[in-house]
Nanobody, 123 residues
Framework: QVELVESGGGLVQAGGSLRLSCAASGRIDSTYPMGWFRQRPGKEREFVGVIGMNGRPVYYGESVAGRFTISRDNAKNTVSLQMNSLKPEDTAVYYC????????????????WGRGTQVTVSS
């Protein structure tokens, strides 16, 4: 059993920053790639980014590249998502996911998910 718990969401003005964290527990392996996804109202779950074992490789979705940064601390079993220059269109529920089997960009490839944390960016 693997448990993922996201934290750090909230309300922020456009142009601001937030840092999300994902704490992993249970039968989690530090070699698991860890991903972030988001889901906006009425939209499908969207790939935000993923980080491999020991911090490499790292891939980002087109809409967040250059603004968001993913990092991980294997000793603490945590993954973070630093979000800068936030825009109203970044408003979504953000999810942490682990252990993809297949494409790292595909939500259906991931075996474990957190419950999500809401990020709201006001204009």
């Amino acid at each position: 059993q693997v448990e993922l718990v996201e934290s750090g969401g909230g309300l922020v003005q456009a142009g601001g920053s937030l840092r999300l964290s994902c704490a992993a527990s249970g039968r989690i392996d530090s070699t698991y790639p860890m991903g972030w996804f988001r889901q906006r109202p009425g939209k499908e779950r969207e790939f935000v980014g993923v980080i491999g074992m020991n911090g490499r490789p790292v891939y980002y979705g087109e809409s967040v590249a250059g603004r968001f940064t993913i990092s991980r601390d294997n000793a603490k079993n945590t993954v973070s998502l630093q979000m800068n220059s936030l825009k109203p269109e970044d408003t979504a529920v953000y999810y942490c996911a682990a252990d993809p089997s297949g494409s790292w960009r595909a939500p259906e490839a991931y075996g474990y998910w957190g419950r999500g944390t809401q990020v709201t960016v006001s204009s």
